[in-house]
């Protein structure tokens, strides 16, 4: 009620002071020269925003490459295809609400971003493929994941989370909602775990069963 009424006040009071000193309107230096410290920021930020997503994908699409069994790899499959379609409209509209002027930079931001999966999925292939022992393999894909950990969650908390409040939406809302996706997602890995587990028990007792 207090923001309300300072925004009210300051709102009605505009026109006076234009109307008392309006010669001194038509040019501010102040803001002039404060404009450009700010749409640098913007742009290191988009820089670094693009640059952790790709290397996210990049290490994203490895993870997708080293998969060895069919079933897993193509749930993954799906699972990037749905999240890289969401990534990729987000970083669009983000750089496109940022760098209006700028949408040759905009698309090509987005197309480079596009193709790190891919490029992490054909290096995924060949650490598959190369002539190295099971424990290699484990450890460089453990690092690997664990990277692919670090930059989501980078992305995450500290390009998307923290500019969020600056928008016109309650935080509290925000909260709740963040809250809620991220309780669905690890409700559904609980449950593909589950699933996974049972079907390996099943797969074991049918092994045994042939046995006997």
């Not at 410290?37 to 913007?42: L, Y």
């Not at 988009?46 to 790899?73: M, P, Q, R, W, Y």
């Not at 500290?158 to 500019?163: I, K, N």
């Amino acid at each position: 009620m207090f923001s309300f009424s300072v925004f009210t006040t300051l709102a009605v009071a505009e026109p006076e002071r234009c109307e008392t000193n309006c010669e001194k309107v038509d040019e501010d230096p102040p803001i002039l020269m404060k404009s450009s410290p700010h749409a640098h920021s913007h742009g290191v930020r988009s820089i670094t925003f693009v640059l952790a997503l790709s290397i996210h994908s990049v290490i994203e699409g490895i993870a997708f490459g080293v998969g060895d069994n069919a079933s897993e790899t193509t749930a993954l499959f799906l699972s990037l295809l749905v999240h890289k379609l969401i990534v990729s409209f987000s970083v669009g509209l983000q750089l496109a609400r940022t760098h209006a002027h700028q949408l040759h930079w905009v698309v090509a931001s987005v197309f480079v971003l596009a193709l790190m999966s891919p490029l992490g999925a054909v290096v995924g292939m060949v650490v598959q493929s190369a002539a190295a022992n099971s424990f290699s393999k484990d450890v460089a894909i453990t690092i690997l994941q664990g990277l692919a950990v670090g930059t989501f969650l980078y992305v995450t908390f500290f390009e998307v989370l923290l500019h969020e409040r600056d928008n016109e939406h309650p935080n509290l809302l925000k909260l709740l909602v963040m809250l809620v996706g991220f309780s669905l997602i690890g409700l559904l890995r609980l449950i593909d775990n589950h699933d996974h587990s049972d079907f390996s028990h099943s797969l074991e007792n049918g092994t045994s069963l042939t046995k006997k």
